[in-house]
């Protein structure tokens, strides 16, 4: 595999082994959020890389998205399960932020909350939030 797929797998397996919440992975938006909260992990953009020569490495500061979504309560609430799902996630990208030297560091963003309202459905609560995974390969089709 990739460096870039090796680093995108072990984000994944951290999110998947810290959360309660159902971790995904380019999945289509949901239809309804599982009461404990669903998180889908979009493999994102790696961008354009730093490059320097002798040996030639790639530095990428690659974008990767974090969807979080939790149902809305009876009460039409929901804000604090979301806020609380939210910081999960902090938490679990905080245990190992190389993620086992794959990576040189994992920087999020604050996320950037809305309702997702489908016909039929429940409202569900969002948030989507960018963690900037930085890493360094000398081919970006391989190790």
């Known amino acids: 595999m990739s460096r870039r797929e090796d680093v995108l797998a072990a984000l994944f397996a951290t999110l998947d082994s810290a959360l309660t919440a159902k971790v995904r992975r380019n999945e289509v938006l949901p239809e309804k959020a599982l009461a404990e909260g669903l998180v889908i992990l979009r493999d994102g953009d790696p961008g354009e890389p730093d490059v ?3 040996p030639r490495t790639e530095f990428y500061a690659h974008r990767v998205e974090i969807e979080a979504y939790m149902p809305r309560d009876s009460i039409g609430g929901g804000e604090a399960a ?3 799902l939210l910081g999960d996630i902090g938490s679990a990208l905080k245990i190992d932020p190389t993620l086992g030297g794959l990576a040189e560091n994992l920087t999020p963003s604050a996320p950037e909350t809305g309702a997702l309202a489908i016909e ?3 409202p569900i609560l ?3 939030l960018t963690v900037t995974v930085e890493y360094l390969v000398s081919d970006p089709l391989t190790h």
Do not use: Y
Request: hydrophobic share 50%; charged share 15%; aromatic share 0%.
């Open 52 to 54: 320097t020569l002798n």
């Open 120 to 122: 039929g459905a429940a």
């Open 82 to 84: 979301l806020d609380a």
């Open 126 to 128: 969002t948030a989507r």
